[in-house]
């Protein structure tokens, strides 16, 4: 019996999902949860949904969603998981999936640089980690291009989780400001913009005013999911 075989039987894998024991062609997600996940396609069909979302508000070049989020759904538990869970596999499966869907994907093919919605150094340091770092890193590894945490950077911090607001609530409270530093890494560049899931929209476009500030610059928007 090969040791993995040994692991298994004493600590099985169990799926992040329905918590099941997955089997042995099984990752993060048993093959029914996979099922039944609420996908978009929006990527596949070039529907632009979510770009229309930003439609007088910030020009983009091309935005996507992998999943739909559902109040007490399978995508709610396992954002959940990433953000508050300690589960980081979260964003490194989604990321992984979403990005060698990109890669076959002529609007991103052109992707120079993968940066994400970051957090303030306080919620950071809470936290200890930012919840979208995997899910960017393996799209950024599966478009063969460079990953980077240290040019956006969020100055102000929301003091409140604003998950049970409501959509206007969060958009007139909404006050959070981004800066770039070494802004010149990004002249010339086609930037994809990753977080975990997009409801009002208003932190992404927060962050691509800040980073229309590089010269010559294009961006285009991926998340795990959208409400």
């Not at 039987?9 to 089997?23: A, H, I, M, Q, R």
């Not at 206007?168 to 990004?186: A, D, G, K, M, P």
Request: with cysteine.
């Amino acid at each position: 019996m090969s040791l993995t075989a040994l692991a298994n039987l004493f600590f099985p894998l169990v799926c992040n999902g329905c918590k099941d024991t997955l089997s042995d062609n099984e990752t993060f997600l048993c093959t029914t949860c996979r099922h039944n996940l609420p996908t978009t396609n929006f990527h596949l069909d070039n529907d632009p949904f979510v770009k229309n979302i930003f439609y007088g508000r910030a020009k983009i070049e091309a935005a996507t969603a992998l999943l739909r989020f559902e109040k007490k759904g399978l995508v709610q538990h396992l954002i959940h998981q990433l953000k508050y869970g300690n589960n980081e596999s979260v964003g490194d499966f989604f990321g992984g999936w979403l990005g060698e869907e990109l890669s076959n994907s002529d609007q991103y093919k052109n992707i120079d640089i993968v940066i994400p919605v970051p957090l303030h150094s306080s919620k950071l340091k809470k936290r200890g980690y930012n919840q979208v770092t995997k899910f960017g890193q393996n799209i950024a590894k599966s478009l063969n291009v460079d990953y980077t945490e240290n040019v956006l950077i969020k100055i102000t911090s929301t003091a409140k989780s604003q998950a049970r607001k409501n959509r206007l609530e969060r958009w007139e409270l909404n006050n959070e400001t981004f800066s770039v530093n070494q802004i010149e890494q990004l002249n010339n560049k086609h930037i994809l913009l990753v977080d975990d899931i997009i409801t009002t929209g208003n932190t992404l476009e927060a962050c691509i005013i800040e980073l229309n500030k590089a010269e010559n610059i294009k961006i285009s928007i991926a998340t795990i999911a959208i409400a």
